[in-house]
């Protein structure tokens, strides 16, 4: 089965161009979760795409911005991928894989480019929840479990204790494209994809108290229980 590749970015710039009208939306969304000395933690980000106007995400390419005392410590795109026929092929985010550096560059794509069975791409990804199916074609195959919202990226930070921001958006000169559909989970074909609008998400990291503030506040619980318990 022969298959035509072309550079992740070329090819993100040339299907983006192809759309006219960018009808399909893809929010990004953030959370974090910081350690227990909360002066490091870890962050990921979701896409939840649009309905009806397409059968779900093709590609991604994200960058993190931050801002204070936030530096990001390492990144993992996370585009749902399962092998599925037998032959070594893999179905989903399986192209144009890369982790970026620190938080830049994290991109994963969908074969989409050039002539594939059409069973190499997973469809309504970031629209529901599902059990994205392989076994059907009778070669053994797989399942991969789906999440909505779909986790694209992950990785870690560092807070110097002064707190500050994430933010995660398109890699700037890229695109988030998804896959054309005739009707809601239906996908029109390889190379059928078109750019996306893309809403920005974030997180806001609170800064670590001191020390000596945390002491301040601990004895200062301490005297106010000790006046509630006289009184």
Same mark, same amino acid.
């Given at each position: ?13 040339i ?6 009208a960018? +009808?399909?939306?893809? =929010?990004?969304t953030?959370?974090?979760?910081? %350690? ?5 933690g870890?962050? *990921? ?5 649009? !309905?009806?106007?397409?059968?779900g &995400? ?11 005392? &936030?530096?990001?410590?390492?990144? $993992? ?13 893999? +179905?989903?985010?399986?192209s144009? *894989? %890369?982790?970026? =550096?620190?938080? /830049?560059?994290? $991109?994963?794509?969908?074969? @989409? ?7 190499d @791409? ?8 599902? &059990? ?6 009778? $070669?053994?195959?797989?399942? #991969? ?5 779909? !986790?694209? #990226?992950s990785?870690?930070? +560092? ?6 921001t994430?933010?995660?958006n398109? =890699? ?5 494209n998804? !896959?054309?559909g ?8 390889? #190379? ?5 609008q /893309? /809403?920005?998400?974030? @997180?806001s &990291? ?11 506040? +601990? ?5 106010? !229980?000790?006046? *509630?318990?006289?009184?």
């Open positions: 089965m022969q298959r035509g590749f072309i550079h992740f970015v070329a090819a993100l710039g299907l983006g161009l192809l759309s006219s960018q +009808a399909a939306v893809v =929010t990004l953030m959370t974090f979760t910081p %350690s227990a000395s909360s002066t490091t870890t962050w *990921r980000v979701f896409g939840s795409d649009s !309905l009806n106007d397409n059968a &995400i093709a590609d991604y390419a994200l960058s993190l911005g931050r801002t204070g005392g &936030i530096t990001i410590t390492s990144s $993992t795109q996370n585009g749902p991928r399962v092998a599925d026929d037998g032959n070594g092929n893999v +179905a989903g985010f399986g144009f *894989r %890369s982790n970026g =550096t620190l938080g /830049v560059g994290m $991109t994963s794509a969908q074969d @989409v480019i050039g002539f594939q069975d059409p069973i @791409v997973i469809q309504g990804v970031g629209q529901h929840a599902f &059990i994205a199916d392989f076994s059907s074609n009778g $070669t053994g195959g797989g399942t #991969a479990n789906i999440a909505f919202p779909v !986790l694209l #990226a990785g870690g930070y +560092a807070n110097d204790g002064t707190g500050g994430i933010t995660a398109v =890699t700037p000169g890229s695109f988030i998804v !896959l054309n005739t009707g809601f989970g239906t996908w029109q074909g390889p #190379a059928n994809v078109s750019g996306a /893309v /809403v920005p998400g974030g @997180v &990291i609170p800064a670590v108290p001191e020390p000596a503030t945390i002491g301040l506040l +601990a004895v200062g619980m301490i005297g106010f !229980l000790g006046r *509630r318990r006289q009184a």
